[in-house]
């Protein structure tokens, strides 16, 4: 990488990095589209396998301190995480074998589907006996959803949530520090399998790492300060996701010769 790659590759990762502390979930999406065509990586499984990478980090950093909250429910964490760890595992091999504009494609159509789901946000019916494991839905729900992020190589936390909700009964403010342990989990698996590969670029994440971190203190402080006016910029950022959405669909279908 260049030392001006290095550098928008920081703008990039602090641009996530405040977007998921402003409005939570959804907001490291833009991962991969900032890496391609505002730093300037090319390859689209090389970009995939960095940015899992970062989020997986940056999961497993914000874990903590719902951790010493006392909003991660173990037993359910790791009864969703590990079956779906096996799920990113068989999704990102064939993720990798996926051609990188077909998959970047439809990589733009999952962001639409994003969209839709950040601004009609219901909280999910709990299930009777909320707090129990429900290891029998909670298995099969976290190997779907692990093979959904493997295969598009993010941390998947926009399923995840409302998939401990509706398989484990939690309510939003468990299911979301719960949930911190499976992106991570499901991240960190999708990027191990791609730098098997060699298609992690390691100074990427990195500068991904560096920028998020500030990012992210910025965006959780103004979240704090906004209160209800949230829901606006949730729309607003969901508008945004729409707008890059539609341009990788074009420029992708172009070059696939689909448009």
Do not use: C
Not at 28 to 50: C, R
Not at 58 to 76: D, E, S
């Amino acid at each position: 990488m260049t030392s001006e790659q290095i550098a928008l590759a920081v703008l990039s990762g602090g641009a996530v990095g405040f977007a998921l502390g402003l409005i939570g979930g959804g907001g490291s999406i833009l991962a991969v589209p900032l890496m391609l065509y505002v730093v300037g990586l090319h390859n689209p499984h090389v970009v995939i396998g960095s940015t899992a990478l970062a989020v997986s980090i940056n999961a497993y950093m914000n874990l903590i301190p719902h951790w010493r909250a006392g909003h991660v429910r173990w037993k359910t964490a790791v009864g969703f995480a590990l079956p779906g760890a096996v799920g990113a595992l068989i999704g990102s091999d064939l993720g990798k074998a996926v051609n990188g504009q077909e998959l970047l494609f439809l990589f733009a159509g999952l962001m639409l589907v994003i969209a839709v789901m950040m601004v009609r946000h219901k909280e999910t019916p709990r299930l009777a006996g909320a707090g129990h494991a429900h290891l029998e839905r909670v298995i099969p729900t976290g190997f779907l959803t692990g093979a959904i992020s493997g295969f598009f190589g993010i941390g998947g936390g926009f399923l995840i949530v409302p998939g401990l909700m509706f398989s484990a009964g939690l309510p939003m403010i468990l299911a979301v520090g719960t949930s911190l342990f499976s992106v991570g989990t499901f991240g960190l698996t999708t990027a191990l399998n791609y730098a098997a590969s060699g298609l992690v670029n390691w100074g990427a994440v990195g500068a991904y790492l560096t920028g998020g971190v500030g990012g992210g203190v910025l965006g959780s402080k103004l979240a704090t300060k906004l209160g209800d006016n949230k829901a606006t910029l949730t729309w607003i950022f969901a508008a945004t996701i729409i707008v890059v959405a539609l341009y990788m669909l074009y420029l992708n279908g172009r070059t696939l010769g689909w448009l």
